[in-house]
């Protein structure tokens, strides 16, 4: 398979801000690994046997579940401990393994921004394919410049996707997708900026990048916490202003 290159981030605070809901939480983070670039279409073919017609454009079209299966199968061609386990369509994590796995919001803003703190880290017309650069589909990765932590393409080509629960009150089994298209308009292409879908979802312009890190302690890790989705999903009362109800 191809390598699969990271960059090894430090342990450090990031805060996220859930605009709809009006709420910010800082989380810390301790070290981890994520990927200098999108999975490619060539990557995700030499991991789980599907066709790629553009090898070095970011796979695309990929399902949330998609995604965690060919996070397990680079960990098993590696010869690392898998991250997730599968009962059904149900996905647990394993916070200890060392294996690929998706990175948590948290973690995917912390890398993003890689000390920056407005909604972009550098001149969007140089970091990010967007709306304004009139393709009509994910470019190569790694043509425009990186962040400071080396990442290419965390705005802007494809959204990506992360483990966690966009709103389980509202939408069930949703999950976060982050950094805009190249379909978007800059207001969308921020690193703030939270969407999601159905786990078996796909669509031309999300696909997903890796980390990897295991942690100490049981079903919470990096921002994430079993128990605190499952507090959330009990949520009741009035809809966030923007939000569609799910049924």
């Known amino acids: 398979m191809p390598d699969l290159e990271m960059a090894h981030l430090p342990a450090g605070a990031v805060t996220l801000h859930d605009a709809r809901r009006e709420e910010r939480r800082t989380v810390e983070l301790?070290?981890?690994?994520?990927?200098?670039?999108?999975?490619?279409?060539?990557?995700?073919?030499?991991?789980?046997?599907?066709?790629?017609?553009?090898?070095?454009?970011?796979?695309?079209?990929?399902?949330w579940l998609r995604a965690v299966r060919c996070c397990n199968a680079m960990s098993e061609w590696e010869g690392l401990d898998p991250a997730y386990t599968?009962?059904?369509l149900d996905v647990r994590w394993d916070v200890s393994a060392d294996g690929y796995r998706l990175p948590t919001e948290a973690e995917w803003e912390y890398a993003c921004r890689a000390g920056s703190t407005g909604p972009h880290y550098g001149l969007l017309a140089e970091v990010a394919w967007t709306a304004a650069d009139g393709v009509t589909a994910p470019q190569r990765v790694g043509l425009k410049l990186p962040n400071l932590n080396g990442l290419f393409d965390t705005l802007g080509n494809v959204w990506e996707w992360c483990w966690d629960l966009l709103d389980p009150a509202r939408y069930d089994d949703y999950r976060v997708f982050r950094g805009g298209g190249f379909a978007d308009n800059a207001w969308s292409v921020r690193a703030s900026?939270?969407?999601?879908?159905?786990?078996?979802?796909?669509?031309?312009?999300?696909?997903?990048?890796?980390?990897r890190g295991g942690f100490d302690g049981e079903d919470a890790a990096q921002g994430w916490s079993l128990a605190a989705d499952r507090e959330r999903a009990t949520l009741d009362g009035p809809l966030p202003p923007g939000w569609t109800p799910r049924r």
Do not use: K, N, Y
Request: charge should be negative.
């Open 193 to 211: 900026t939270r969407r999601g879908g159905a786990p078996g979802m796909h669509h031309e312009d999300v696909g997903f990048r890796v980390a």
């Open 86 to 88: 599968f009962d059904g």
């Open 30 to 63: 301790e070290p981890f690994e994520i990927g200098v670039f999108a999975v490619t279409e060539e990557q995700l073919a030499e991991a789980i046997g599907v066709p790629a017609r553009h090898p070095l454009r970011p796979a695309t079209d990929v399902t």
